[in-house]
Nanobody, 120 residues
Framework: QVQLVESGGGLVLPGGSRRLSCAAS????????MVWYRQAPGKQRELVAA???????NYADSVNGRFAISRDSAKNTVYLQMNSLKPEDTAVYYC??????????????WGQGTQVTVSP
């Protein structure tokens, strides 16, 4: 029953901004770590940003200072605010979360991915 639904991807001009959202739905008891990954064509998937249940954050060096991850516990949603976007930020962005369902055990869930393209 638990699902992660992402939104906010699209075409962005270099230097522009974009805000990604990832909402968890279903019968959820707790959400622990929430993480954004990305994967560019022909490249390995990499961690972009992470936030734990207490709100502590970590960022990849390549996005540190430009991106900001946040979460809204009431909405079971994690966000990724992307500023000063560069062409090298072009990738499919994936949401990942450790979730304890109301009925079940803690499990790692993935969103479907959303395409972000930074191009003139």
């Amino acid at each position: 029953q638990v699902q992660l639904v992402e939104s906010g991807g699209g075409l962005v001009l270099p230097g522009g901004s974009r805000r990604l959202s990832c909402a968890a739905s279903g019968s959820i008891l707790s959400i622990y770590n929430m993480v954004w990954y990305r994967q560019a064509p022909g490249k390995q998937r990499e961690l972009v940003a992470a936030i734990n249940i207490g709100g502590q954050t970590n960022y990849a060096d390549s996005v540190n200072g430009r991106f900001a991850i946040s979460r809204d516990s009431a909405k079971n949603t994690v966000y990724l605010q992307m500023n000063s976007l560069k062409p090298e930020d072009t990738a499919v962005y994936y949401c990942n979360a450790d979730i304890l369902p109301s009925l079940g055990t803690r499990f790692n869930y993935w969103g479907q991915g959303t395409q972000v393209t930074v191009s003139p």
